[in-house]
């Protein structure tokens, strides 16, 4: 870092996203992405979109917010348009860190990067043997709560009365339910945001709808709230959401059958690496996302990180103590996984 550097920044430690390989012919399963294209619709949009350029972009992102909140049976002044769901998470944070957060001690890395941005105090609640969350370590908890439903990278869902347990009493905090994998398994909170005035949902474009190069996130919750969200994106970057991201967002959307029938087909095709890794005497944790958390006594998580990427396959590995032993691994085409199934025998044989 230069000497320039604001001392509040010197001890931060950047959030490492998952590694973006330039290697021809890779079956890149690391970062959560749909492995199918987005719709024809999008291309076609981005194109049409792109003929404006020299303008700028819609600051309320209004076709997009009207689209989106008749697919969600949501009024569109309770949506609010990110550049990726790490943009409304971010906002929040920087919203609400007046009081500690809790957030479980094993879920998305950022959530502390947030924190040490913002010089926020957090409290990470341990997961349970099983790598589950303890509803109970959350009730009357009097801290501001984020979690993942479902958790990453365990892929494992809590039902919606318990979340809304959570949510109800802990009236005086914010309860931030990152659905960032609902489109893939788990009950979505969307429902509650009307009873609950400290609940917000957040949600991406980036898995469940293809988008993840396209940066677009969004955020649910009353319009109080939503207000907090545009309050802090007006005094960062008004025009966060750019034109072309904003059309694709619409044509995704407005094909969203398709993008649910990719979501149908992920969830067959999760099943069925499942259980190939189960029979290979993996132990695989929830599966819920559009991922499988797997670990094996045969081999330890580095090892098989290292000798898939030999056969030029990329999974995601940790390295917190508790789940070093583990894979992540993003389900992929049927005939992705089956690469990776026969990779995998070979490796442990
Ligand atoms: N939440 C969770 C739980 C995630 O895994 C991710 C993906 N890295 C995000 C939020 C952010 O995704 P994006 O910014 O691409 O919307």
């Known amino acids: 870092m230069s000497r320039f550097l604001s001392q509040r920044f010197s001890t931060l430690t950047a959030y490492t996203p998952g590694e973006q390989p330039k290697i021809k012919n890779i079956i890149k399963r690391n970062t959560n992405e749909l492995p199918y294209p987005p719709s024809e619709a999008v291309s076609a949009a981005v194109k049409e979109s792109s003929e404006n350029l020299n303008r700028y972009c819609d600051i309320g992102c209004t076709r997009l917010r009207e689209a989106l909140g008749a697919n969600l049976k949501v009024a569109p002044e309770k949506i609010i348009m990110t550049n990726g769901s790490d943009e409304i998470l971010n906002f929040a944070f920087m919203a609400y860190g007046d009081k500690p957060f809790a957030f479980p001690d094993i879920s998305y890395g950022f959530y502390t990067v947030f924190c040490a941005l913002h010089k926020i105090a957090y409290e990470e609640i341990p997961l349970n043997d099983e790598l589950g969350i303890n509803p109970e370590d959350y009730i009357g908890i009097g801290k501001n709560i984020v979690i993942a439903n479902p958790n990453a990278p365990t892929g494992l869902a809590l039902p919606l009365s318990d979340i809304e347990r959570i949510v109800a009493s802990n009236p005086d905090n914010i309860v931030i339910i990152d659905e960032a994998y609902i489109d893939f398994g788990g009950e979505s909170a969307i429902g509650l945001i009307d009873r609950y005035e400290n609940l917000m949902v957040t949600r991406t474009f980036s898995k469940s709808f293809a988008l993840a190069g396209a940066r677009l996130g969004f955020g649910i919750a009353n319009e109080k709230l939503i207000a907090d969200m545009d309050l802090i994106k007006f005094s960062t970057n008004p025009y966060n959401v750019n034109s072309l991201t904003q059309a694709a967002g619409l044509a995704a959307v407005e094909t969203a ?83 990776l199934i026969k990779s995998i025998k070979e490796i442990i044989s």
């Open 257 to 339: 059958d398709y993008y649910m029938s990719c979501c149908d087909k992920i969830k067959e095709t999760r099943a069925y690496t499942a259980s190939a890794l189960r029979e290979l005497g993996f132990k695989v944790i929830g599966e819920d996302a559009n991922f499988l958390f797997a670990s094996s006594d045969k081999i330890s998580g580095e090892e098989l990180l290292t000798k898939l990427r030999e056969r030029a396959i990329i999974v995601r590995h940790f390295s917190a103590e508790r789940i070093k032993n583990y894979n992540r691994i993003t389900i992929g085409t049927r005939e992705q996984m089956e690469t």
